[in-house]
């Protein structure tokens, strides 16, 4: 088939199909240009032809065609995922998922750089953060795991001995208000309950009054924070006179008639089975 052309305000032509293919092909001639074969009615475009059509030549790409032939990185996408679980997961289990995520950062973003078509260079500097952090804060979580308890515990006891040793002090005092009331059959003097004393503010004011303490050194001596037993002098020397908790601790401080302390853990059972006890302690 022959093909007459109008093309920029001039006939040329006719040509047959290759010649037209060619032309097309090589930018000489338009799609929208105009051509007429024997029997047409009318011109129309050389895109309505389609015996011009030439199913060797693609189309042109898109831009969405042309990303699809675009890939993700695989090594940016693990050190991604491998970067998230390290920071959610435990001290521990973050610095097993942390050091792959490094590595496969490193190696995707190198690959990345190596060739522009590949995709993921924001996941992997992402996996490099994560996995990074989780290794930093490994040895900080280790070392605030096994040093923190230890503070505490060191704090705790540091608590009881100082509350051991301002027990030691209250029972000097009653001791001495005992002893003092022996000889003279004084009634207000004595262990609390020789004394018919039935509360602790009872206690500290007949201490105070009879000028055995001071308020100033009851108070730091933290008596208001510790039990006293209502013991008499016929109780047994094992008898717990005094009782406390360390503050913000668990750990129990008693102190004996007897003139004895001690300091008891969690877990450690005062005194072996059922001490020996004041019948009640003051209110």
């Not at 059509?53 to 990185?73: G, H, I, R, Y």
């Not at 923190?148 to 040793?165: D, F, H, W």
């Not at 009872?202 to 039990?227: C, N, P, W």
């Amino acid at each position: 088939m022959e093909i007459t052309i109008h093309s920029k305000g001039v006939q040329q032509g006719p040509f047959s199909e290759e010649q037209v293919k060619q032309l097309l092909l090589s930018g000489g001639l338009s799609d929208s240009d105009l051509g007429w074969s024997p029997g047409m009615e009318e011109w129309k475009p050389l895109s309505a032809f389609p015996e011009l059509k030439n199913d060797s030549v693609p189309p042109p790409m898109s831009a969405q065609d042309t990303t699809a032939l675009e890939k993700t990185e695989p090594l940016a996408i693990w050190s991604l995922v491998l970067g998230i679980i390290s920071i959610v997961g435990c001290a521990f289990g973050g610095i097993l998922a942390g050091i792959p995520a490094v590595i496969c950062g490193h190696i995707g973003r190198s690959k990345i750089r190596m060739n522009p078509a590949l995709r993921g260079a924001g996941m992997a500097l992402a996996g490099l953060i994560c996995g990074y952090l989780a290794v930093a804060v490994f040895p900080v979580a280790i070392l605030s795991a096994v040093a923190i308890p230890a503070i505490v515990q060191a704090k705790e006891k540091a608590k009881a001995t100082q509350m051991l040793s301002s027990m030691k002090q209250i029972y000097l005092v009653i001791q001495q208000a005992q002893l003092d009331g022996m000889p003279t059959g004084n009634p207000k003097l004595g262990f609390p309950a020789d004394a018919k004393i039935k509360t602790k503010a009872e206690l500290k004011q007949m201490l105070i009054a009879e000028k055995y303490v001071t308020a100033e050194d009851l108070d730091r001596m933290g008596f208001d924070k510790i039990s006293v037993g209502n013991v008499s002098e016929a109780d047994p020397s094992d008898t717990i006179l005094l009782k406390a908790t360390v503050p913000g601790g668990k750990s129990l401080i008693i102190f004996r008639k007897g003139g004895d302390g001690a300091i008891y853990r969690p877990g450690q059972k005062p005194l072996g089975s059922d001490p020996p006890r004041s019948p009640a302690f003051l209110e």
